[in-house]
């Protein structure tokens, strides 16, 4: 069965420190992609990146970079010198399923990032 | 802006009630996803359609049923209404399956 596992419910951090939120996850399907996405205050979620399977390049953007390893079934996302605006919730999600095909979309529980001036 | 469209933003009913949620997705976008994100449960995957047909089914009750019509747009019906179905849902579109969703506002539905 699918399953995303993001065990830090809630982080506070002081801004300009760097913060790494975790995400592991469970599938028996050999093709799948994974997601994480960002949930403000406001309250619409935003997508900030994809990774597909096949593809364990780590990837940077700007302050954002995450760490797939799939020997370890984990996709971590890590964000520099946070700002205040960064606080909010992120999700990590698991598309699995042959395209074309059926897939199920599991998202985690979230992770709450708090990050104080 | 998303570009993806849900009508209405707040529902306010009563239980045993059936009520509508609409979705429009963004332009050139053939999958739509249905959510239900509420306190207790997280944000829960229920539906998903690819150019009119339902492609993957999540955590989605009996008494809730969706459809994608011929233009794209999305409805879930959401019928009995119980206190625990209060909820925010959320549609998204893709351009198509295992690509990046695009969120809308979401529905705030209250049941009283």
């Known amino acids: 069965a699918q399953k995303v596992t993001q065990a830090q419910t809630e982080i506070s951090v002081v801004e300009k420190e760097d913060v790494t939120l975790d995400c592991v996850y469970e599938?028996?399907?050999?093709?799948?992609?994974l997601f994480w996405y960002k949930q403000p205050p406001s309250g619409e979620l935003v997508f900030l990146i994809r990774r597909n399977s096949f593809d364990e390049q780590n990837e940077i953007s700007g302050r954002y970079s995450w760490n797939f390893q799939k020997s370890t079934s984990s996709f971590n996302f890590t964000i520099t010198a946070s700002q205040v605006v960064d606080s909010a919730v992120y999700f990590c999600?698991?598309?699995?399923?042959?395209?074309?095909?059926?897939?199920?979309?599991?998202f985690g529980t979230g992770t709450k990032l708090q990050v104080i001036p | 802006d998303s570009g993806v469209t849900q009508t209405p933003k707040h529902l306010i009913t009563a239980t045993g009630q059936r009520v509508t949620l609409r979705c429009s997705p963004r332009?050139?976008?053939?999958?739509v996803y249905w959510y239900q994100q509420s306190l207790d449960q997280g944000l829960q995957f229920l539906i998903q359609y690819y150019n009119g047909e339902e492609r993957a089914k999540g955590n989605i009750l009996e008494r809730f049923s969706a459809q994608q019509f011929p233009d794209l747009h999305s409805e879930l019906n959401l019928s009995s209404l119980e206190l625990g179905d209060s909820a925010l849902y959320f549609c998204?579109?893709?351009?198509?399956?295992?690509?990046?969703?695009?969120f809308g506002d979401g529905t705030r539905l209250s049941i009283l």
């Open positions: 599938t028996r399907d050999t093709t799948y992609y």
């Open positions: 332009s050139g976008d053939l999958s």
């Open positions: 999600a698991l598309n699995d399923g042959a395209p074309g095909g059926y897939q199920k979309v599991t």
């Open positions: 998204a579109s893709s351009v198509g399956a295992l690509q990046p969703q695009h």
